[in-house]
Nanobody
Framework: QVQLVESGGGLVQAGGSLRLSCAAS????????MGWYRQAPGKQRELVAV???????NYADSVKGRFTISRDNAKNMVYLQMNSLKPEDTAVYYC?????????WGQGTQVTVSS
């Protein structure tokens, strides 16, 4: 059973930066896609960014040029560097892993951006 544990959320002023980390454990399966999703109050969960085990990335239009996803396969970690944060980035951010159709979620970490 894969477990995902996020860290790095918090409160930051608009224009600031945060780095989220996600530690994966419980599986040595190496062909996967890892990513970050977010859910704001009253809204559906949405994709923020994903990265394949080979390093290919995809971003939501709303975060392109501001957020960067990366991973360390040796450490089973995925990161989300968030720069130029905006109040509309406020949400619970969830780590996600997809092992060829088996989907796992972390418990989420709150990111709050004040104006």
């Amino acid at each position: 059973q894969v477990q995902l544990v996020e860290s790095g959320g918090g409160l930051v002023q608009a224009g600031g930066s945060l780095r989220l980390s996600c530690a994966a454990s419980g599986s040595s399966f190496r062909i996967n896609v890892m990513g970050w999703y977010r859910q704001a109050p009253g809204k559906q969960r949405e994709l923020v960014a994903v990265i394949t085990s080979g390093g290919s990335t995809n971003y939501a239009d709303s975060v392109k040029g501001r957020f960067t996803i990366s991973r360390d396969n040796a450490k089973n970690m995925v990161y989300l560097q968030m720069n130029s944060l905006k109040p509309e980035d406020t949400a619970v951010y969830y780590c996600n892993r997809n092992d060829l159709g088996m989907v796992y979620w972390g418990q989420g970490t709150q990111v709050t951006v004040s104006s």
